[in-house]
């Protein structure tokens, strides 16, 4: 067993089992914290596989901004633990069992015979190439970007201000 | 309309080269940005407005208003000085991403115009005053500036980027009057079925990438024709995407927003939305219809926008939604009381007359010579002025009235005449009648889609037009033949003076419509090939 091999069931291990923990979780902080695990996991993934900028964006993106998003939503919304009520009646087991064999079999029938090629060569690093592409053959479209982003976070910050009907701010 | 002119593909530069050829990549932007002018001085023009709000009292409202108005005259100057680019001038800007052509240099024209023409009319609105306007001038600058890049995309990348900019501002600006109960429904409305139309077209969007592995709108098509996708799959996508295009025209089966959102938002909002924002989605649809249409390498049309697919008939499917698009919204406009939801089924209409122009030109895509555009572009230059000046007159009576049902409209005639005969000539017009552009543009759509054989789209066409003289010529009763209450007032001489400027516009299209037609058909059209 080689490294990459070794790191590969480390993070597979890190995105399945906190995987697991959130579905059998009942308490909703506990299941936030949980997800930190995945996302930790796939964005491993990304890095081993050798896309650097997917796997940093993955980091920024989910755990800086979804994650904490999601607890400060549930912090600011209510101030004791909130669980995960069960259902009353047990749910039926038959419906779900066909359609989770279904979706797995589809899942595993495509994996299979998608039939994968080994990319010659070591992996180069990303980032510089989409710095590089970003700043040249795609400014247009990286630059309106970031005047979208303006215009809607001055609507939004006007949307969110209080005293709105008599124009006050 | 058009001078046709074949720009290459783009590069396409690979992850290899990039690092080797980024000197020469890079210096192609500065030239590019001299063409980019009008968006550089929207863009400046967006943080300008909300600096000068900044810095002036929360009652000097209408300042800001000024300024918006000098940034869009700045805007329509470069405009003017950049002049139509003939055939041979015609290319792409920025690796591909855009392109400069006639066409879009008149489209960006009439969307400057008739954001221009609503400034003064949310400066003088009632709900809009004391209050900070900066973010609302921003917010509409910000519009213009997403449908500019819909009139001239050229990549599958811009053409979702142009559509959301457009969308995402027209959300906010729907609910602007923030305590409004109407206005926020019709904003949150407005998202909800505004995400769904994008998050359907993207995905039509993504089918093509998947399939050609570009994003570029020429190597698309080229890509199209030489992979030879299976027809039932580009039918399916040719519909996905149009399902974008349809919401931004409100179009069948996508119309359904227009009449809520058309009365939640302010009123010269509203009036921006059924013109201007219809104006580009046309452009966009004219765009991908036309790259998608275009001759292939081997001289053979593609099938993705032209021409036969299975049984399907791509133009007959155009023509069934125009059909089902002007039926729905002139029979929905005659139970109305409220005159912007009657302008906005109106406006849904009007956009199954002009989807019938571009049914008609959809089968001579691809062939030699001018396909014929010009009826469509006519139109909407025509509608600007007419559908505008409706509203225009509409806002006035409500601020006095301080209703926006169609009683207010009573007695109009005795009570202030101008006005009265002003909107008079522009109902003429929606209707369709002589002497007015609406009669002219009318005329030319019909005779566009007879001439390519879409007989059955004319004769519902001509019974939609009857139909809709009964809800226009209501107004035309209740402002002349009723009694109204309220005192007669004269008008400030501003209003005058603007109800004329719109009058006239519509006066000379239907009398001297061929300098304008002259003008449409000189433009030049960039094709990707």
């Known amino acids: 067993m080689n490294w990459e091999a070794v790191v590969f069931w480390a993070m597979a291990t890190l995105v399945l089992v906190p995987a697991f923990a959130i579905v059998f979780s009942r308490n909703i902080v506990h299941m936030a914290f949980w997800l930190l695990g995945t996302l930790m996991g796939v964005s491993g993934l990304y890095l081993l596989l050798g896309a650097d900028f997917l796997g940093m964006t993955q980091i920024f993106v989910y755990i800086g901004g979804i994650n904490v998003l999601l607890l400060f939503g549930i912090m600011l919304t209510r101030s004791e633990p909130v669980y995960v009520r069960r259902l009353a009646k047990r749910p039926k087991l038959a419906p779900g069992l066909i359609i989770g064999a279904f979706t797995a079999f589809t899942l595993v029938s495509a994996l299979l015979g998608a039939g994968w090629r080994n990319v010659p060569g070591e992996p180069t690093e990303t980032a510089g190439i989409l710095g590089a592409f970003l700043l040249s053959e795609y400014i247009l479209p990286f630059e309106i970007i970031s005047v979208l982003l303006l215009v809607v976070l001055i609507g939004a910050a006007y949307i969110a201000r209080r005293g709105s009907r008599e124009g006050a701010e | ?529």
């Open chain 2, 1 to 529: 309309m058009f001078f046709l002119q074949t720009v290459a593909p783009t590069g396409g530069v690979t992850s290899n080269e990039v690092f080797d050829r980024y000197p020469d990549l890079v210096s192609s932007i500065g030239t590019d940005m001299g063409a980019f002018l009008p968006e550089l001085v929207l863009c400046l023009g967006i943080v300008w407005v909300i600096f000068v709000d900044l810095f002036s009292k929360r009652q000097d409202s209408r300042r800001p208003g000024w300024h918006a108005l000098g940034v869009l005259g700045l805007s329509l100057l470069t405009l003017v000085l950049g002049g139509f680019p003939s055939a041979e001038e015609a290319g792409s800007l920025f690796h591909g991403m855009v392109v400069r052509d006639g066409f879009a240099v008149f489209m960006k024209l009439l969307l400057t115009i008739g954001t221009a023409i609503c400034v003064p009319m949310v400066m003088s609105h009632k709900d809009l005053q004391g209050r900070r306007m900066g973010e609302f001038y921003g917010l509409l600058l910000g519009s213009l500036l997403g449908m500019y890049m819909m009139a001239s995309a050229r990549n599958l990348l811009m053409f979702f980027m142009g559509i959301e900019f457009a969308s995402y501002t027209s959300y906010l600006l729907t609910g602007y009057l923030k305590g409004d109960r109407k206005a926020a429904e019709g904003g949150v409305k407005y998202v909800i079925y505004g995400s769904v139309a994008s998050g359907i077209m993207v995905y039509g969007l993504s089918i093509l990438y998947g399939l050609t592995g570009s994003l570029d709108v020429g190597a698309v098509a080229q890509a199209l024709i030489v992979t030879k996708a299976s027809p039932s799959l580009l039918i399916i996508t040719a519909l996905l995407c149009f399902a974008g295009f349809a919401y931004k025209i409100s179009a069948f089966p996508l119309h359904f927003w227009a009449p809520d959102v058309y009365e939640g938002a302010p009123m010269p909002f509203t009036a921006f939305l059924s013109v201007v924002s219809k104006a580009a989605g046309f452009a966009i649809l004219i765009r991908f219809v036309v790259a998608f249409g275009a001759p292939g390498a081997d001289g053979q049309a593609l099938t993705l926008a032209s021409g036969k697919v299975l049984d399907l008939d791509w133009p007959q499917i155009l023509a069934v939604l125009a059909m089902f698009t002007m039926t729905i919204g002139n029979l929905a406009a005659l139970w109305q009381n409220n005159f912007k939801r009657l302008l906005a089924y109106s406006s849904i209409a009007h956009a199954g007359y002009l989807l019938m122009g571009v049914a008609a030109v959809v089968p001579r895509i691809g062939a030699e010579g001018d396909p014929g555009w010009q009826p469509v572009l006519f139109y909407l230059v025509v509608y600007l002025f007419m559908n505008l000046g409706a509203f225009y007159i509409a806002q006035i009576v409500a601020a006095r009235t301080g209703t926006e049902e169609l009683p207010g409209f009573a007695g109009l005639g005795k009570r202030a005449p101008v006005l009265a005969v002003g909107l008079f000539l522009f109902m003429i017009s929606l209707i369709g009648l002589p002497p007015t552009g609406g009669f002219t543009g009318k005329w030319q759509l019909l005779k566009a889609a007879w001439e390519n054989g879409l007989h059955t789209l004319v004769l519902v066409a001509v019974t939609n037009t009857v139909i809709s003289v009964y809800y226009y010529a209501r107004i035309i009763k209740l402002m002349f033949l009723d009694q109204g209450d309220g005192e007669g007032y004269v008008l400030p001489v501003g209003q005058r003076t603007a109800v004329v400027l719109m009058v006239v516009p519509i006066l000379w299209l239907g009398l001297f419509m061929d300098s304008t037609v002259h003008l449409i058909r000189s433009l030049s059209f960039a094709v990707i090939g």
